[in-house]
Nanobody, 128 residues
Framework: QVHLVESGGGSVQVGGSLRLSCAAS????????MGWFRQHPGKEREGVAS????????YYAESGKGRFTISQDTSENMVYLEMNSLKPADTAMYYC?????????????????????WGQGTQVTVSS
């Protein structure tokens, strides 16, 4: 059974940084993908960054390019999201997610409905 637990959220000032962590248990890193998604109140969940866990290919939404970095530690079954130069628009609940075994197509790598395992979320609040 796959279990994802996020941590590292919090409140920061504009321009600050946060590092989100996702501990994954029961997931096979050798053949899948993991991603970070966020959800603003009243809006759909949107992709932020994803990684193919077998080869390490990374993908970013335009909103985070140049500011966010996704990484993984396959020995520890961890996925991270380093967020820099944070803006008030980054305020959201952030979720770690994993796609089905075997992965998804690159066209779906940032599309929430294709991810089947989800953590409980961690809140990020950026204030000016």
């Amino acid at each position: 059974q796959v279990h994802l637990v996020e941590s590292g959220g919090g409140s920061v000032q504009v321009g600050g940084s946060l590092r989100l962590s996702c501990a994954a248990s029961g997931y096979t890193f050798s053949s899948g993908c993991m991603g970070w998604f966020r959800q603003h109140p009243g809006k759909e969940r949107e992709g932020v960054a994803s990684i193919y866990t077998d080869v390490g290919y990374k993908y970013y939404a335009e909103s985070g390019k140049g500011r966010f970095t996704i990484s993984q530690d396959t020995s520890e079954n961890m996925v991270y999201l380093e967020m820099n130069s944070l803006k008030p628009a980054d305020t959201a609940m952030y979720y770690c997610a994993a796609c089905p075994a075997g992965g998804v197509g690159v066209q779906d790598i940032l599309w929430a409905p294709k991810f089947v395992y989800w953590g409980q979320g961690t809140q990020v609040t950026v204030s000016s």
